[in-house]
């Protein structure tokens, strides 16, 4: 349905008329210029002429005033796509995430390449979330502040490198940075996903003390252990099986997600991986219905155009007229 954004724009219909009432007319001797003696003042033609102009400034002004009341077609209500959910996710960058112990389509890749993979396929399915990202090795960076252009976030993750933030594990000061931004905003829906594959050995603030503060700013942190329990790597007396996630403290991560309401998941393969955040999906699912929106189309183009067409068709025989008394 059609409608005016600035409906008082109307009370300007009456101006000119106003105008033309108010202000003192020309002296006599201005009013008029007859370049000719005995000239008529009138004719018949020029009569007609200026009714025909008034008349098509007359409509010309009201193109004008309907335009700048800025007429609109609204739509139908459409439910908004976005859910008030404010997740924030942060990944490791450390050194032990070039570590090719993981699967994925039958091909071994870094712990990092899995990531890489899955959470972008998470990220594309948070549509209405608005998601940020915190890549931390040695020390945590805020890489994408919290937004709703997901496509931007899974650009800023397919984009990092291993050992970008350093080598080390800054556990702590992720969440930190992450409580930081997630604790300012009104949303009540605050989520934090955190994946590691190693143990807090940098940073200058303790995990459990992040936790701490991620509780009381009502933050809940989901935290996945990534890396595989078993992998075989050639020695000097041939090649031998090892535990390459042994520093992994999964004691820690598991503490972590429970006090803040969370849940702690264990990742030794690229399929454990996926599983991790479909529950996460699960667990915090999207709204089905949302705030609603009508859309609307701004008309203002199409009076306006009139109204220029209007006043150049009211300009020409005035035109006309002089371009006639020049030839004469």
Known sequence: MPEFA???????????????????PAAPGQALYLPQPGLPLTSAKGGATRGIVSWLSILAWLCLVTAAARPQWVGPPQAQQRSGRALMLAVD????????????????????????????????????DEMGL???GS?????????????AVRAQLQGAAVGLAGTETAIGDAIA?????????????RVLVLLTDGVNNAGNIAPREAARAAKAAGV???????????????????????????????????????????RFFR?????????????????????????????????????????????????????FARASGRSA
């Open 6 to 24: 600035w409906p008082w724009m109307i009370l300007a219909l009456p101006l000119p008329w106003l105008l033309r009432r108010w202000l003192r």
């Open 93 to 128: 960058l450390s050194g032990s995430m070039r570590t090719d112990d993981m699967q994925l389509a039958g091909q071994s890749v870094s712990r990092f390449g899995a990531v890489e993979a899955i959470a972008g396929d998470f990220i594309a399915r948070r549509n209405g």
């Open 134 to 136: 915190i890549l931390f």
């Open 139 to 151: 020390q945590a960076f805020l890489v994408t502040p919290l937004t709703y252009d997901l496509s």
């Open 177 to 189: 940075v992450a409580v930081k931004r997630l604790a300012a905003l009104p949303q009540q829906a």
């Open 220 to 262: 809940r942190i989901y935290t996945i252990g990534i890396g595989a329990t078993r992998m075989r790597v050639p020695g000097f007396f041939g090649s031998q099986l090892v535990n390459p996630s042994a520093d992994l403290d999964a004691d820690m991560l598991s503490s972590i997600a429970t006090q803040t309401g969370g």
């Open 267 to 319: 990742a030794t393969d690229s399929g454990e991986l996926a599983d991790a955040y479909r529950a996460i999906d699960a667990l915090e699912p999207m709204p089905q219905t949302g705030p609603t929106l009508r859309p609307r189309h701004e008309l203002f183009r199409w009076p306006l155009l009139a109204a220029a067409a209007l006043l150049l068709l009211a300009i020409a025989p005035r035109r």
